[in-house]
């Protein structure tokens, strides 16, 4: 019985050390959302994307100048990241592609979103992302 005391201390501080991780394992780094506003001024570009999609960007990039196309990340001011959300078959051998991109920057260690939009267009030589992307650049031009 004298140990039961301890037993009960010892539960104790298990259980507030579990509730205590819990909860920041249950936190994330979530990225804040901003506005297109974020990136004035700024023209240095990594891009993220699959090839397909990589190449149907960069000939988007070739019609522009005021963006430039950086090598690695390092040198990048901000961000352009493309993903296929989903392929869905249609018809006989075509598919449609949801895609997403955002475009962001890190301010003091956190990811900002300046612009992020989807859409869904044919699923072959990154036809979604060359929507989003002159979406984007129709969108940077009017601010």
């Known amino acids: 019985m004298e140990h039961l005391p301890a037993m009960k201390i010892y539960i104790l ?4 050390v579990l509730a205590f991780s819990a909860i920041s394992f249950g936190q994330t780094e979530l990225p804040i959302i901003g506005s297109i506003s974020d990136i004035d001024g700024l023209s240095k570009v990594y891009l993220v994307a699959d090839n397909e999609s990589r190449k149907a960007i960069i000939k988007q990039f070739q019609k522009q100048k005021v963006l430039y196309l950086v090598e690695k990340p390092d040198d990048a001011q901000f961000f352009i990241e493309y993903k296929t959300i989903s392929r869905q078959p249609f018809d006989i051998g075509g598919t449609t592609e949801t895609g997403q991109m955002d475009v962001f920057i890190y301010r003091e260690k956190k990811k900002v ?15 979604t992302a060359n929507r989003l992307i ?3 650049l129709k969108a940077l031009n009017k601010k």
């Open 13 to 16: 501080t298990l259980i507030v």
């Open 113 to 127: 979103i300046a612009w992020s939009e989807s859409t869904t267009g044919g699923g072959f030589k990154g036809d």
């Open 134 to 136: 002159k979406k984007f």
